[in-house]
């Protein structure tokens, strides 16, 4: 494959127009604030521009700055986005907002579920203290992206108790907005109800003296969704996911939110020009054996999708095909909008495949410390990647960097990667080449008719394999890279 081309076209276009055109017609990406009704909690953001070179072509990007609550309702603001439709915001994350309590215990709780559940309560009785607290779900993404210069939101709920008052105030401090899903009239029946399931989501995070994990929340326990109340996208929602250029979801929302309102969610987003990034994770395999509307909803979403992200194994559980490449192939094949699948492959790398092409980049070797939040890290610098319009083998490596950065950290939400530690990690250049790894997974790909791109440190192939397809140096990649990571100025928002 020919990157030198590649390096200034995206094969996906954002609201009907490329990242890169987008970019050189509107030197402010963001003029303004991505707007929130008064009645509802959110943090809006102001920007400013800030000029990059990457690859030869000069563009502004907005640079986040500080938070504005003085712009907390702006009417005009409002106005202009409905009618304009203004793509302010770079990243969405929707659903799967909780709190992770982040506990060490003496061994995982009992495998039945009724014992799990009473093993839950018991903790559930007093808070603990604030300091074992963490934002979890899709925070984790959100922090990410941020960091990386990202203007992001959260779309969601949250409770009015002290665990959502925490996770909001988590988001501002790293200058994420927050957009509550719930309408006025669920707010009334809020206060006119005791049940708890207008409460902040918690996830009981459990670590045994080995570093196993245990989760555990109370979606585990029902059948229905957590927040099985809410069932229309208010216009705020619709406004956020408008507003912003791609909305990630991934399998975790099906805990809290109902199918029906997922799809709806996701149907809308295609409708608008917002690119879909999903996840199915482990909850993929429970799905696609689900009731029958989560089984459709699945099927809905997976062929809806701009860009699917999985691991060798969810994909193999989804399509009943082992071969990663091939299982993408599939993925690819049986869906309308999708142009990327990508293969996690753990500290081996991952593997970007499209309709003609295959992009393959081995990890980063690191000293493991927590896995949690990885895979959550690398869906932020995909985006990242896909956003500033980078190639397929450029945007890979930036994700493994990330993953890598927050494997050698302990847990996830604000103990994600920071961009100091991803530019450690793409300095030092301690790439996993395992030749005979990518030698046996490409071998039987080489004859076909898509491009084969590796991104390698030294030649590690053998001769035959070397000779049909592109390695790309890694020392290339990086000095394409690097800038544009450094110049990401969130020195602001959250501490290097």
């Not at 490329?18 to 943090?43: D, F, H």
């Not at 929302?253 to 020009?273: H, N």
Request: aromatic share 6%; glycine share 8%; with cysteine.
């Amino acid at each position: 494959m020919h990157h030198q081309a590649a390096a200034l076209e995206s094969p996906i276009s954002l609201h009907g127009l490329s990242s890169r055109s987008t970019l050189l017609q509107n030197p402010i990406l963001i003029p303004s604030i991505l707007p929130v009704s008064s009645q509802k909690r959110g943090y809006p953001l102001s920007y400013s521009s800030s000029t990059l070179r990457c690859n030869g072509l000069e563009v502004s990007v907005p640079r986040r700055r500080t938070l504005t609550p003085e712009f907390f309702n702006c009417s005009d603001d409002r106005e202009r986005l409905r009618s304009g439709g203004a793509k302010v915001t770079d990243v969405a994350a929707f659903g799967n907002l909780c709190v992770d309590i982040v506990l060490n215990v003496p061994e995982l709780p009992p495998g039945s579920k009724e014992d799990r559940q009473a093993y839950m309560n018991k903790l559930a009785e007093s808070p603990p203290d604030k300091k074992y607290w963490e934002a979890g779900g899709n925070s984790n993404m959100a922090i990410a992206a941020a960091r990386l210069g990202l203007s992001c939101i959260a779309i969601g709920h949250v409770g009015d108790e002290i665990y959502g008052k925490f996770f909001v105030e988590v988001l501002r401090e790293e200058g994420i907005g927050m957009v509550e899903m719930s309408t006025d009239s669920d707010e009334m029946n809020k206060k006119s109800s005791s049940s708890s399931s207008y409460e902040t989501l918690l996830c009981w995070v459990l670590v045994d003296p080995l570093q196993r994990h245990g989760f555990c929340s109370r979606a585990d326990f029902s059948e229905e969704p957590a927040f099985k109340w809410m069932s229309n996208l208010t216009n705020d929602v619709k406004l956020a996911i408008r507003s912003s250029k791609t909305l990630f979801c991934n399998g975790y929302c099906f805990d809290e939110l109902a199918p029906g309102l997922i799809v709806s969610a996701l149907e809308y987003a295609t409708e608008v020009g917002t690119a879909v990034f999903f996840d199915p994770g482990p909850k993929g395999k429970s799905l696609s054996r689900g009731t029958s509307e989560e089984q459709r909803a699945l099927r809905e979403i997976l062929r809806m999708s701009d860009v699917i992200l999985l691991t060798s194994e969810e994909a193999e559980s989804l399509t009943y095909i082992k071969d990663p490449v091939l299982a993408g192939k599939e993925l690819l094949k049986n869906s309308l909008r999708t142009k990327w699948v990508i293969i996690k492959l753990g500290a081996k790398g991952s593997i970007l495949i499209t309709m003609s092409s295959i992009s393959c980049a081995p990890g980063f070797k690191v000293n493991v410390v927590d896995t949690v939040g990885c895979g959550d890290s690398f869906v932020a610098a995909i985006a990242f990647g896909l956003i500033n319009d980078m190639p397929m083998i450029h945007t890979l490596t930036i994700g493994n960097a990330i993953g890598a950065a927050t494997a050698t950290g302990s847990g996830a939400g604000r103990n994600v990667a920071t961009n100091k530690r991803v530019l450690e990690i793409l300095r030092d250049a301690n790439l996993n080449e395992d030749e005979v790894f990518w030698n046996k997974l490409l071998s039987d790909h080489l004859n076909g008719e898509e491009e084969i791109t590796l991104l390698s440190k030294s030649t590690m192939l053998s001769n035959t394999i070397s000779n049909k397809l592109k390695q790309i140096p890694l020392n290339k990649v990086t000095t394409d890279i690097l800038p544009l990571l450094e110049r990401a100025d969130v020195t602001n928002v959250v501490p290097l």
